[in-house]
C-alpha cells in the first residue's frame, strides 16, 4: 500500500523536479553539487570534535549517536519502502551526481543535515545559525540534483528533526 502511494506520489513529483531542473542554471548546480557532496556525512562527523571543545564529551556523543541511528533508520526504510529514484524512474529527469544507493525514501542526506542542525543549534546556538543555509541547500540539491523526490526530502527533515530532538531528551 505505501509503495503504491509513493508511486503515485512519484509520478507527480516527477513534473516539480523536472521543471526544478529546467530552471536551475549551471552555477546553482555547481552549487548544489557542493552541498551535496558536504552532506555526504564526513562534514558531520567532523563537528563532533567542535562540540566536544565548546560544549563537552557528552555533547560530541549525542552528536555521534544520532548520526548511527539516523544511518541505521533510514537504510532499512529504503531497504522497506524500496523507492527508486526520480532518476531511475522517469526518463525525463536526470541525475546530477551520482547516487550513493539505489533507492530514495527517505533522504538521509536531509534527515542527517536537519538532525545534525536540531543537535548543534541546541547546544551551540550561533553555529546552528551558521549551519542553516547548508542544511537547505543540502536539502534543496536533493531534489535539483534528481536524485530524489520533493516527498523524500520532507521527510527525511520530518525524521531528522524528530531524531534531533530524541537525542536532546537523552
Known sequence: MLQRGLTWLGEVESRWVVAVQGVADGRVV????????LGDGPLWV?????????????AALRLLFALGIGALGYQLTKRTTRRL???DAHPRVASLVAPL???????????????VLVVVSALVP????????????????RVVLG???P????VGAVLGAGLGALVLMW
Open 85 to 87: 529514484r526520480p532518476c
Open 46 to 58: 567532523s563537528l563532533a570534535p567542535v562540540l566536544w571543545w565548546a560544549v563537552g564529551a557528552d
Open 147 to 149: 536524485v530524489h523526490y
Open 101 to 115: 544507493d539505489r533507492y530514495s525514501f527517505p533522504s538521509g542526506h536531509t534527515l542527517h543535515a536537519v538532525s
Open 126 to 141: 550561533p553555529l546552528g545559525v551558521l549551519l542553516c543555509p547548508l542544511v537547505a541547500a543540502v536539502a534543496a540539491s
Open 30 to 37: 555547481r552549487s548544489l553539487r557542493l552541498a551535496s557532496r
Open 151 to 154: 516527498s523524500d526530502v520532507l
